[in-house]
């Protein structure tokens, strides 16, 4: 059977990577392809930068997700359909705790989201899904971080549909439940990864501190160098796990 093209990612079969560290800005897929070698472009339709090469031999790929479950679940699905197994988000989230400093790295044991939000209520009508990251993937993450000397912090994070939504009250009505940090995409991931079949995780690098006076919000060139030191642990892992 010849292959058919896929909607929105216009790769090849054998252009993705089993490998995938999964980004929301495009800006982050040139600065973290830099650690690769032997990288080709493989897709730039819609914006959707998906560069593909090595890591210590083994084959990896860097994709934008966009910004959001619904999109992002569209990647994580074409991206599957082409051969990829393996899914790290490398993201940006909102400290939802006063003790979170702003270049802080969160990794995500878990993600919670609104009823029937993230798209997910399209996938599993009337039913909560299963938002939680691989186990054993993470904890590799998180001694791979260790080994680099990349400090974390582990906790349950809360994936929003809007990102302009939140009310004052937002940050400590959800720190309250527990969360620790905001983003929009990691609930999307895990209950795809389950659904799939694929091992997932999230290590994320706060990028604004909700509940903070002062409003800053960093850029990806701003917090370069955590993406870099959190996207070679992630790598070093995937070294490791050549299956």
């Not at 490998?19 to 730039?44: F, H, M, T, Y």
């Not at 909560?128 to 993470?138: D, F, K, Q």
């Not at 983003?183 to 079949?197: T, V």
């Not at 800053?216 to 996207?231: N, Q, R």
């Amino acid at each position: 059977m010849s292959f058919r093209e896929l909607p929105h990612i216009k790769a090849r079969p054998g252009d993705i990577a089993k490998n995938v560290i999964a980004v929301g800005d495009p800006g982050r897929v040139d600065l973290l392809s830099q650690l690769l070698e032997e990288k080709r472009v493989v897709n730039e339709h819609r914006g959707l930068k998906v560069v593909t090469g090595t890591y210590k031999g083994v084959k990896v790929s860097i994709a934008t997700h966009g910004i959001g479950c619904p999109s992002a679940m569209i990647v994580f699905e074409e991206l599957g359909i082409l051969g990829a197994r393996r899914f790290v988000r490398v993201g940006t989230t909102g400290g939802l705790r006063r003790d979170i400093r702003v270049g802080d790295v969160v990794v995500a044991t878990g993600a919670g989201y609104t009823q029937g939000g993230c798209g997910l209520g399209q996938y599993m009508p009337g039913i909560c899904g299963a938002t939680s990251p691989h186990s054993v993937l993470t904890a590799r993450i998180m001694e791979s971080l260790s080994r680099n000397g990349v400090k974390f912090l582990a906790g349950p994070v809360y994936s929003s549909d809007a990102f302009y939504a939140e009310d004052p009250s937002f940050a400590e009505r959800m720190s309250h439940l527990g969360f620790v940090a905001v983003e929009m995409e990691a609930a999307g991931l895990f209950a795809l990864g389950w659904m799939r079949g694929w091992e997932t995780a999230a290590v994320l690098v706060v990028s604004d501190v909700l509940p903070s006076e002062e409003k800053v919000f960093l850029t990806t060139a701003e917090l370069a160098d955590k993406f870099t030191s959190v996207a070679r642990a992630v790598l070093d892992v995937f070294s490791e796990l050549r299956d």
